[in-house]
């Protein structure tokens, strides 16, 4: 969280401690055309700064660090790599007003602050009173007052009104299938985490849950101001990303608007 220390201070607190910085493996994640090398964590002991996203730092996998300093002053969070990608790819500019329109529980609302550098104004909707609790608390706590809480359904707010009307980089990452969370029980950190999204079913559910991601993506475009979109899900069925996208660009009042598909993370 670089609202409260920087990579290269976080990185020397824990060389500090004993741990040992590492360069990323060459050819880590290379983009299409290049020859790219598995993907392996960092042994025992031992991390490296990700190329891809900015300010992330690759742990072992069973690292514990709940209790650490870092954590507790919010300095250091502790994500998942697939969870940082949408605010990476969003990429938000200092000073902007920012939406992340479905923010529960705040990992990406407070990466978003983040990454613009706190000058600016995230705000994060929540429609659930209990979860837009525990977004108020963890943005308070890790991004103070770079983010505003409105305790609010996204499809209920005016895209022409203030504040709303100002924002130009929507993040829209809704309730989805989650059909592309693996067995994390290897893999995680701690506790347990309130992902986004999640809601499960089949096929009929499958195609509910698209209507309504449709829905939201829509009215995500419809942001006068807004200069870029993106939408993210943790889901691996097409029906909810590529195709929600594609029904979204055909919608007349998006063609209207000139909205287009653009390379996410061309580097990846």
Known sequence: NTLKATAEEVAASLCAEGWTQLDPPAGLGAAAGRRAIPARPPP??????????????????????HQH????????????????LAPAALQPRAGEAVIDCCAAPGNKTTQLAALSGGGGLVIACERDARRAGVLRRRA??????????????FMAVDPRAPP???????????????SGMVERA???????????????????????????????????????????????????????NELVVAAALRAPSVRAAGWRLAPALPAW
Do not use: M, N
Not at 71 to 84: E, F, G, M, R, Y
Not at 189 to 217: D, F, R, S, Y
């Open 44 to 65: 025992a002991g031992c991390f490296w700064l990700d190329p891809h996203v900015p300010a992330l730092l690759v742990l072992p996998p069973l690292t514990e660090l």
């Open 69 to 84: 300093a870092l954590v507790a002053s919010h300095a250091l969070i502790l994500q998942d790599k697939a969870s940082c």
């Open 140 to 153: 308070a706590d890790a991004a103070g007052a770079s983010v505003r809480v409105v305790q609010t359904d």
């Open 164 to 178: 709303y009307a100002d924002v130009t980089a929507v993040q829209l990452d809704p309730t989805c299938s989650g």
């Open 186 to 240: 290897s893999y995680q950190l701690g506790g347990a985490e309130e992902e986004e999204g999640g809601a499960g079913g089949g096929g009929a559910k499958l195609h509910a849950i698209a209507a309504t991601q449709l829905e939201l993506l829509t009215h995500a475009l419809s942001f006068p101001a807004a200069r870029v979109v993106v939408y993210s899900t943790c889901s691996i069925h097409p029906i909810e």
